[in-house]
């Protein structure tokens, strides 16, 4: 991460960003809202990275997704590796894939939480097989591997993960997104406009 001082605005403002985002979607046509009717599960649980839940929760809603916090149902809020936290709005147990057009798994140290958790690790493998979107950055892809879902598949990931994925069957690559099929992966913060574009690209 080149510069942190946008992970401690969104620890400031985090909550009136994601509001005035929502209030700025207000009396804007279909073509300023390309996800209208389109709605987005970003998974959730203790040591996430900042900026990885927070930049497509805020990005997707300015584009007019319907955005649903899904959290493993271990705690109401869970904070991140920063210390910001998020309360989500269901639990995994409460949600099913068909729910939802894409899910998206962030990182930081989350993602070992989320994969003790059969109901998360269903949700990401039910989106997949049903062809919805499933999009992972940084750690995330760690919940694709305890999905099952990474076999035969180009993807990328924080470096250190690499070994992981290849040995769930990936062919693993360093570039800043990577779509194959409805699977959109990314390797760090830096990667978020990119890993971003390509989501929303996807549900168009």
């Keep these: 991460m080149k510069d942190f001082s946008l992970i401690f605005t969104l620890a400031a403002f985090g909550p009136l960003v994601a509001s ?9 046509g279909s073509e300023d809202l390309p996800l ?16 990885e839940l927070w930049y497509p929760l805020l990005r997707l ?5 319907e955005v649903t916090v899904v959290g493993s149902g271990s705690a109401e809020t869970y904070t991140s590796k920063h210390g910001y936290p998020v309360k989500p709005d269901k639990t995994a147990k409460q949600v099913k894939a068909a729910d939802f057009d894409a899910v998206i798994v962030p990182g930081g140290y989350a993602p070992d939480h ?30 694709l591997a305890s999905a099952g879902i990474l076999k035969g598949k180009t993807v990328t990931s924080f470096f250190s993960i690499r070994d992981d994925l290849t040995h769930a069957g ?30 929303i690209a996807a549900l168009q």
């Design 36 to 51: 209208k009717g389109k709605k987005v599960a970003i998974l959730a649980e203790t040591l996430y990275e900042d900026l």
């Design 114 to 143: 989320m994969r003790r958790y059969p109901e998360m690790v269903k949700l990401v493998k039910d989106a997949f097989d049903q062809g919805k979107v499933v999009a992972s950055i940084c750690h995330g892809p760690w919940v």
């Design 20 to 28: 005035l985002a929502l209030a700025q979607t207000a009396g804007k």
């Design 170 to 199: 990936a062919k693993v690559v360093d570039q800043e997104v990577v779509v194959d099929g409805n699977l959109i992966t990314s390797r760090n913060p830096d990667d978020l406009p990119a890993f971003c574009r390509a989501i």
């Design 61 to 65: 809603k300015e584009a007019g997704a």
